[in-house]
């Protein structure tokens, strides 16, 4: 008996001198963990929804429900390296004050949620809701254009290398639908 608790004395000495105290850790999740949690669950009901579509491939061609069922497994994919992230992150730094801390120092945050993710999502709805009214170039353009200046803080900065992105970027994305996978995209001058 004593010979079994000896190592475990050893190993709570080291952690108490290192500073890793086991009552004071605790697992907080903020809006890092469920923002993509909750998108998770609506990604995968919209994947249930796109899968009883049909087969997304039928005598070697795509059916209407392959896009659907492709964008919900990357997105579904991406999700869960965001979540994977942010647990990451939460044990990585320690105890809630120095997460909190940490997170005051390198962005403002609302409910746990840092600005630049809420700018993604009101533009991302903005782009979505515009997508359908002006068409895919304008919303398009607007929309890569808004994210470069989010990202980098400033659209006046680099400017001109940023439009040509845009440009390329919305252009590049014409060509992959239109005419590689030949899906109409609506159109401003088609309204």
């Known amino acids: 008996m004593v010979i079994a608790i000896a190592p475990l004395k050893a190993v709570w000495r080291n952690a108490s001198q290192t500073g890793f105290h086991m009552s004071t850790k605790r697992f907080a999740l903020d809006g890092e963990f469920y923002v993509p949690a909750v998108l998770a669950i609506i990604t995968v009901v919209y994947l249930i929804s796109a899968i009883q579509l049909g087969p ?28 994977v992230q942010a647990l990451g992150r ?54 890569v254009l808004l994210l470069h200046g989010l990202f980098s803080g400033s659209i006046k900065k680099n400017w001109l290398m940023k439009l040509v992105a845009t440009l390329l970027i919305t252009a590049a994305g014409y060509l992959l639908f239109e005419v590689f996978f030949q899906v109409r995209l609506p159109t401003f001058w088609s309204q």
């Open 56 to 83: 997304p491939m039928k005598d070697g061609n795509m059916t209407e429900s392959f896009f659907p069922i492709l964008t919900s497994v990357v997105m579904l994919i991406a999700l869960v390296c965001a979540m």
């Open 90 to 143: 939460i044990s990585s730094n320690g105890s809630d004050e120095e997460a909190t801390a940490e997170a005051s120092r390198t962005s403002k945050r609302y409910a746990g949620i840092s600005l630049g993710a809420i700018g993604v999502v009101l533009l991302t709805t903005g782009y979505l809701l515009a997508f359908d009214l002006i068409g895919y170039f304008v919303s398009t353009f607007f929309y």
